[in-house]
T-cell receptor
Framework: QKEVEQNSGPLSVPEGAIASLNCTYS??????FFWYRQYSGKSPELIMF????GDKEDGRFTAQLNKASQYVSLLIRDSQPSDSATYLC???????????FGKGITLSVRP | DTGVSQNPRHKITKRGQNVTFRCDPI?????LYWYRQTLGQGPEFLTY????????KSRLLSDRFSAERPKGSFSTLEIQRTEQGDSAMYLC????????????FGPGTRLTVT
C-alpha cells in the first residue's frame, strides 16, 4: 500500500524562526510531491510542488526532495503567525492522477 | 468568483437517508476529483473524472457511493443509506489534464450523519 507519512508534530516555533516540516513516502515510483496548507475549517491550498531532487524556493518557502531517501520537506523562513495551519504532504504515484495525502502537521507560530 | 464551488456547505442527515452533493469546477478544468477528509486526517481519494468519464474509483468507495459528471461540467456525489461513519468533509477539486498536479480544492461539504 502506498503511504505518505507525516509523523512529527504538532510543531510550535517563535515568530521569525525557520519551521521545518518533514514527510516520507513508501513508493519509489512516486513522481511528484506537493505541499498544501489548510487553515482550520478551510479547504487545502497548494503552496509548493517539486519533481526533481534538490531544493525549490518560492518566497519564504523551500521544498526539498531526496528521492534516494524517499523524503520531502518544507522549510518556512521568517515564520509568521499567519503561517499557523496544518501542512499536508501529498504524493502522485507514477502516472496516476490522484493525490495521496499524509495526515498533516499542525504548525503554530508564536508571536 | 471563478474557483471551485460546492453545495451545500453543510448537510445534517439521519442514518439511512440518501444525500447528494454538487461540485462546480473551475470552468476550463476538464478533470474533477472527489476526496473525503475526516478530523485529523488528510484528504482521502474517492474518485475522479476526465470530462464525463469516470477514470478511477477508490476501492474504499462502497456501493452506496456513486458519482456522476454527465456533461463534463458539474459533478454530483450521492451517498445512499448513510451511516454514521460517512460523517466527514467531502472535498471536490479540479485541474487541467495537462496540469493534473495543480488541483484546486473547493470549500467542501461537511456531512453529519446522526
Amino acid at each position: 500500500q502506498k503511504e505518505v507519512e507525516q509523523n512529527s508534530g504538532p510543531l510550535s516555533v517563535p515568530e521569525g524562526a525557520i519551521a521545518s516540516l518533514n514527510c516520507t513516502y513508501s513508493d519509489r515510483g512516486s513522481q511528484s510531491f506537493f505541499w498544501y496548507r489548510q487553515y482550520s475549517g478551510k479547504s487545502p491550498e497548494l503552496i509548493m510542488f517539486i519533481y526533481s531532487n534538490g531544493d525549490k524556493e518560492d518566497g519564504r518557502f523551500t521544498a526539498q526532495l531526496n528521492k534516494a531517501s524517499q523524503y520531502v520537506s518544507l522549510l518556512i523562513r521568517d515564520s509568521q503567525p499567519s503561517d499557523s495551519a496544518t501542512y499536508l504532504c501529498a504524493v502522485k504515484f507514477g502516472a496516476n492522477s490522484k493525490l495521496t495525502f499524509g495526515k498533516g502537521i499542525t504548525l503554530s507560530v508564536r508571536p | 468568483d471563478t474557483g471551485v464551488s460546492q453545495n451545500p456547505r453543510h448537510k445534517i442527515t439521519k442514518r439511512g437517508q440518501n444525500v447528494t452533493f454538487r461540485c462546480d469546477p473551475i470552468s476550463e478544468h476538464n478533470r474533477l476529483y472527489w476526496y473525503r477528509q475526516t478530523l485529523g486526517q488528510g484528504p482521502e481519494f474517492l474518485t475522479y473524472f476526465q470530462n464525463e468519464a469516470q477514470l478511477e474509483k477508490s476501492r474504499l468507495l462502497s456501493d452506496r457511493f456513486s458519482a456522476e459528471r454527465p456533461k463534463g461540467s458539474f459533478s454530483t456525489l450521492e451517498i445512499q443509506r448513510t451511516e454514521q461513519g460517512d460523517s466527514a468533509m467531502y472535498l471536490c477539486a479540479s485541474s487541467l489534464s495537462q496540469r493534473s498536479y495543480e488541483q484546486y480544492f473547493g470549500p467542501g461539504t461537511r456531512l453529519t450523519v446522526t
